[in-house]
Structure formats: structure tokens, C-alpha cells
């Protein structure tokens, strides 16, 4: 059974970072496309960033590009999401992904989310 666990989340000021994890199991996060959404209240869930399996190429959205980092570790079987420069409109809750084909989706696995609140 494929299990995506997302921590990390919290509440920080503008211009500050924040680190996400997603701990997997039922599936090894080189062999799948893995990817970070997030969803602010009213609106829909939208596309942050991904790394692409095997060769575990970086994709981000325009939006955060140059101020977030996609990262594995295949040992642990974890992605990270490192966010620096927080800014208001980063406030979300953020899904973590798994796409058995490209990061571009569909995606077949989500895991419960973990809120993120940027206060200015």
C-alpha cells in the first residue's frame, strides 16, 4: 500500500524559510515522478514544483522558481521541498505527489497535505 506522509509545514514571517519532507512507502521515489502541489483556501490546487524519476530532474512553477528547491534522498525515500523567501501568497496547504510516468502528471498518489502560513 503506497503511503505519502507530508511534514514540515508551520507558520513563519515573510522572508523566511521553510523545509517540507515527504516520507514514502509502497513505492521508491526514484522510480516515479514526484511532485509538490499546493491549495490556498478558495482556490484550486495548483502545481509547485517536481523532480523527474530516475534521472530526478527539477521542474518549478514560475512562481517559485529561484526561491524554492526539489530535492531527493533515495536512501531515506523521501522528497523535500526547501522554501526560502517566503512570501504571503505561499500560504497553502501542500501536497506531495507521486506520478508513475511524467512529472507532468496524471499523478497517482497524494499524500494529506501540510499547512503553511506566511504572515507579513
Known amino acids: 500500500q503506497v503511503q505519502l506522509v507530508a511534514s514540515g509545514g508551520g507558520s513563519v514571517q515573510a522572508g523566511g524559510s521553510l523545509s517540507l519532507s515527504c516520507a514514502a512507502s509502497?513505492?521508491?521515489?526514484?522510480?516515479?515522478?514526484m511532485g509538490w502541489f499546493r491549495q490556498a483556501p478558495g482556490e484550486e490546487r495548483v502545481f509547485v514544483a517536481a523532480?523527474?524519476?530516475?534521472?530526478?530532474?527539477?521542474f518549478y512553477a514560475d512562481s517559485v522558481k529561484g526561491r524554492f528547491t526539489i530535492s531527493r534522498d533515495i536512501a531515506r525515500n523521501t522528497v523535500y521541498l526547501k522554501m526560502n523567501s517566503l512570501r504571503v501568497e505561499d500560504t497553502a496547504v501542500y501536497y506531495c505527489?507521486?506520478?508513475?510516468?511524467?512529472?507532468?502528471?496524471?499523478?497517482?498518489?497524494w499524500g494529506q497535505g501540510t499547512q503553511v502560513t506566511v504572515s507579513s
Open positions: 523532480i523527474s524519476r530516475s534521472v530526478g530532474m527539477p
Open positions: 505527489a507521486a506520478a508513475v510516468a511524467s512529472w507532468r502528471g496524471p499523478y497517482d498518489y
Open positions: 509502497g513505492l521508491t521515489v526514484s522510480c516515479y515522478s
